[in-house]
């Protein structure tokens, strides 16, 4: 009788640790789907161009992240990517580093539109080169004023400024956040 008792007691630990995690996780997701939203609705609000990609995208992905450095600079985020078609959410981290001038930190939002379902399937599995993508997206003139894919990827960033221009992705890895994607 009193093994079932402690053996019953350990079973509502157990599970109550885990309903607890859930729960965390489900509020990580709901978390990270509002700030993507809210950075889409703000994107299309300063660019009427990156509405008509976003319809035309296969699937897009938002990340908010922190970028910080002196003459070597590191920064991490999270974020979701999403299948249009389907619905499927990839909840995922970056992080980037790299070496220039500068000293400083930004906060900024990342905006990554995929004009095929191939393109968004090899980033969420981590077949992306991003320094490639980087200088295809950003072109000669800068992202904020164009209005089609480059290599089938169209990439924006924001900050709380506003639209940036260019966007430095290079050296920036992304993966899946596997507690998020259960």
Do not use: C, P
């Not at 789907?33 to 703000?42: E, K, N, R, V």
């Not at 990517?81 to 906060?107: C, D, E, F, P």
């Not at 990827?153 to 709380?160: N, R, S, V, Y």
């Amino acid at each position: 009788m009193q093994r079932s008792f402690v053996l019953a007691t350990v079973l509502m630990f157990v599970g109550g640790v885990a309903f607890a995690q859930g729960d965390r996780a489900a509020e990580r997701r709901q978390e990270i789907d509002a700030g993507a939203q809210a950075t889409l609705d703000q994107l299309f609000k300063v660019n009427a161009s990156a509405k008509e990609l976003y319809d035309r995208a296969a699937g897009y992905a938002v990340f908010t992240a922190t970028k910080a450095g002196f003459i070597v600079s590191g920064g991490s985020g999270t974020g979701v990517a999403v299948n249009k078609a389907t619905g499927q959410r990839t909840y995922m981290r970056m992080g980037t580093g790299g070496i220039g001038l500068g000293i400083g930190a930004q906060r900024y939002s990342m905006i990554i539109l995929f004009e095929s379902a191939s393109q968004l399937e090899r980033f969420t599995q981590g077949g992306w080169d991003s320094s490639a993508t980087a200088q295809a997206a950003a072109g000669q003139d800068g992202i904020a004023v164009r209005s089609s894919f480059i290599d089938g990827i169209a990439i924006f960033q924001l900050t709380d400024k506003g639209l940036m221009a260019h966007a430095d992705i290079s050296g920036t890895r992304f993966w899946a956040i596997e507690e998020l994607n259960r």
